[in-house]
């Protein structure tokens, strides 16, 4: 069965964690402070926080901003747990309907939704293709509101020639199994701010002023303080090792998902059945996934399932979902396109027979009988 994603791995992932492990020091350490600086310098901001997932990232952002009995203007088009963070802060998720091409928050629908209640926006940077951030960045400036990017599909993505995650206050990513950057789990927030990087530091380790790494190169100093009340949610060096890894070839890993998605493209555009995904003029996209649209999917996907061929639907929008229905407003292009929603096979190692495959499937689904 061809699987919808896979991580890639060339040995030198092994390397890293085998250094790690002889070393001794297993935790947070040397090298989460290699990744985090060589991480920040890559997107371009002055701070980045290595964390244990996008979920605790996405949490700490809005923490930062105290969204507490807010409104945060947000996307129903995304993995929950976009929207779950806003809850865990006591804020109020304002769903914003989406573009029907790229799937994105729809810019041109926002400011309506602002009001004086209105704290933040979050924008998730569906399958790592850019939202509209000029647009975005105005109504932002115009209404004195923070932008947080989800950048959880995003890694290596670009809009204008800036990367994505250093255009917000807050850049937030994924390191999942299957994302352009994976460490199997993590996550790094980016920002420029130095206060929201002082208290992220503290509040990532329960909210310890020192961290036992930082200690134990002080001859194992034992004190510490404690100012507020954190989580548990700091990387460890075994993880970073396998996203210093990953980082030494996500240039390359991205631009082979750029090239499956050429070939996709090329060979699905004739097809009157299908749409293909648009990249804009101001994006440059890290190709996280491929999603086509489509009318009658379900057979579509039971018919490439009968050729083992796995598919996905990305996402179900989550207003819909039963926990979310205090906040449900009709948004009527969502609730239309995500029916027809169909994503296909794309990761690094994806063979050239298997491409084939699915390209031939599908073109043998459409064709007349």
């Known amino acids: 069965m061809i699987p919808v994603f896979r991580p890639f791995s060339d040995g030198k992932e092994i390397e890293y964690l085998k250094a790690v492990l002889d070393s001794g020091w297993w935790g947070m350490g040397s090298r989460t402070r290699e990744f985090e600086e060589k991480f920040a310098a890559y997107i371009g901001r002055k701070y980045a926080i290595g964390l244990n997932s996008a979920t605790a990232a996405l949490d700490l952002a809005f923490k930062c901003i105290d969204i507490r009995n807010r409104e945060v203007i947000t996307t129903p088009m995304t993995f929950v747990s976009t929207n779950h963070a806003i809850l865990y802060n006591q804020g109020i998720p304002v769903f914003c309907d989406i573009e029907p091409d790229?799937?994105?928050?729809?810019?041109?629908?926002?400011?309506?939704?602002?009001?004086?209640?209105?704290?933040?926006?979050?924008?998730?940077?569906?399958?790592?293709?850019?939202?509209?951030?000029?647009?975005?960045?105005?109504?932002?400036?115009?209404?004195?509101?923070?932008?947080?990017?989800?950048?959880?599909?995003?890694?290596g993505g670009e809009y204008r020639g800036r990367k994505l995650g250093s255009i917000g206050q807050a850049g937030c990513f994924s390191f999942q199994a299957v994302k352009n950057l994976s460490t199997g789990d993590g996550g790094m927030l980016v920002t420029d701010d130095p206060e929201w990087y002082d208290f992220l530091q503290k509040y990532r380790w329960v909210g310890i002023t020192k961290d036992t790494f930082s200690r134990d190169k002080?001859?194992?100093?034992?004190?510490?303080?404690?100012?507020?009340?954190?989580h548990k949610f700091h990387m460890n060096d075994i993880t970073a090792a396998i996203g210093l890894a990953q980082?030494?070839?996500?240039?390359?890993?991205?631009?082979?998902?750029?090239?499956?998605?050429?070939?996709?493209?090329?060979?699905?555009?004739?097809?009157?059945?299908?749409e293909i995904p648009p990249v804009k003029s101001y994006m440059r996209p890290s190709y996280h996934n491929y999603v086509i649209k489509t009318e009658g999917r379900e057979d579509l996907?039971?018919?490439l399932r009968e050729r083992d061929i796995s598919t996905g639907v990305h996402y179900y929008p989550n207003h819909l979902y039963e926990m979310y229905k205090p906040y449900y407003r009709r948004l009527e292009v969502v609730e239309t396109i995500w029916k027809k929603l169909v994503t296909l096979p794309l990761f690094p190692d994806l063979k050239e027979q298997e491409q084939d495959l699915i390209i031939n499937s599908i073109k043998d689904f459409f064709a007349p009988h």
Not at 254 to 273: P, S
Request: proline share 0%.
């Open 102 to 155: 790229t799937l994105n928050i729809d810019a041109s629908r926002i400011e309506a939704l602002v009001t004086e209640r209105t704290k933040a926006i979050i924008v998730v940077h569906y399958g790592g293709y850019a939202c509209a951030m000029d647009e975005i960045m105005s109504i932002a400036d115009k209404y004195n509101l923070y932008v947080v990017e989800d950048c959880a599909h995003a890694c």
């Open 218 to 230: 002080d001859g194992y100093d034992w004190f510490y303080d404690v100012v507020n009340l954190g």
């Open 247 to 274: 980082f030494e070839k996500l240039a390359w890993m991205n631009r082979r998902r750029q090239e499956l998605t050429m070939k996709y493209n090329n060979a699905l555009r004739e097809l009157k059945q299908v």
């Open 301 to 303: 996907r039971t018919y």
